[in-house]
């Protein structure tokens, strides 16, 4: 795997399809990181994207570079609103081809301190964009799922027939949202392809406030001169997921013509383990290199917190299979890209 992000082989067949036949996207989330990396996508792809967010996570600023983008590539609208608000979901279903569904609230933290908000959003929300998409007559829904529904399940690598019990409210919410897609796809006749992401990291991604993803947070601290907090013991492991890969992926779903790649859930990640020791040391050597941080304090180790997974592994054999998933980032590539973003 190279570091270069270009498109090659089912991927870059897809994309060669899409610049030749525009196609009508809804992103939920679109203003989120996640979101915002895969509606510029399409956008520069030629096609035409709406995008529903309502600036609980996401940020203005990436509705605006959607927007100037769109002057040159692709057709832009925004709608801001939320998805928990049926009448919002059927209005921005109603003229779309493809929904590509990526709001939620994320973090296992957030869903244990308010579990309420997390189900009303993740579940509720989730019901609200199928029940439209039904009533609308969009055939087909891609969405977010998450590693964390293997819960407790101790294999690795992770295979998508192997799941375990949920360790939190978050990793709850992805599992029964599993449930109600593979429900209305037998209901209605509909096509429904989940993505197990594993801990998706990249430019973009917010580094602040208590809920900030691990790998800008970090980042954002050293920065500062302050010391990393880890949770635990250090060798906590993850399978870090570089953003473009997991637009790839999203692209490939939402135009996977294969029938036997149509209703399932696929795991999205790289298949690399790496502990929270091996990146603290990668972006410490990195914010070095380019001479960003001078005096390196250790990391502080605190208590595992209730509710993380020990370890996560990813198989993705299964993507690479059924949707042609090649990943055109490793770890130590995406990293790369991520920290000359975050150290300009």
């Known amino acids: ?79 801001k609103g939320d998805i928990r608000d049926i009448e919002i979901c059927r209005d921005v279903a109603g003229s779309v081809d493809i929904i590509i569904h990526l709001a939620a609230l994320g973090s296992v933290p957030r869903s244990i301190a308010d579990p309420l908000t997390s189900h009303q959003v993740n579940v509720d929300g989730f019901v609200n964009i199928l029940t439209a998409a039904y009533q609308k007559s969009v055939k087909r829904v891609v969405y977010a799922s998450s590693s964390s529904v293997y819960g407790d399940h101790p294999s690795l690598p ?65 920065r500062r001169g302050e010391r990393v907090r880890i949770f635990g013991d250090g060798k906590t492991s993850r399978d870090f997921c570089y953003v473009e890969n997991a637009v790839q992926s999203n692209i490939l779903a939402a135009c996977a ?45 605190e208590d595992f917190r209730p509710g993380d997974v020990r370890h996560s592994l990813a198989d993705v054999s299964k993507a690479r299979e059924l949707l042609g998933y090649q990943p055109s980032h490793s770890f130590d590539a995406g990293l790369d890209e991520t920290i000359v973003h975050f150290a300009e």
């Open 1 to 79: 795997m190279g570091g270069e992000g270009t498109a090659c082989g089912a991927f870059a067949n897809t994309c060669d399809e899409l610049r030749a036949d525009r196609r009508r996207f809804l992103v939920t989330g679109g203003a989120g990181f996640i979101g915002y990396a895969t509606a510029r996508r399409l956008l520069e792809l030629g096609q035409t994207v709406l995008v529903l967010d309502n600036f609980a996570t996401g940020k203005q600023k990436h509705i605006s570079e959607l927007r100037t983008l769109s002057k040159k590539h692709g057709s832009f609208s925004f709608c």
């Open 158 to 222: 992770k295979r998508e027939s192997e799941i375990g019990t949920p360790l939190s409210p978050y990793a709850l919410t992805k599992a029964i949202d599993e449930q109600y897609a593979a429900m209305f796809a037998r209901a209605y006749a509909m096509e429904m392809i989940g993505l197990r992401y594993f801990n998706v990291f990249g430019p973009h991604q917010d580094p602040d406030g208590p809920y900030a993803a691990v790998v800008p947070k970090w980042i954002a601290a050293l």
């Open 257 to 301: 013509t294969a029938e036997k790649a149509v209703n399932q859930v696929y795991n999205i990640a790289v298949g690399q383990q790496t502990s929270l020791n091996e990146l603290h040391r990668g972006i410490v050597d990195r914010l070095v290199a380019h001479k960003k941080i001078d005096c390196i304090e250790p990391p502080v180790y």
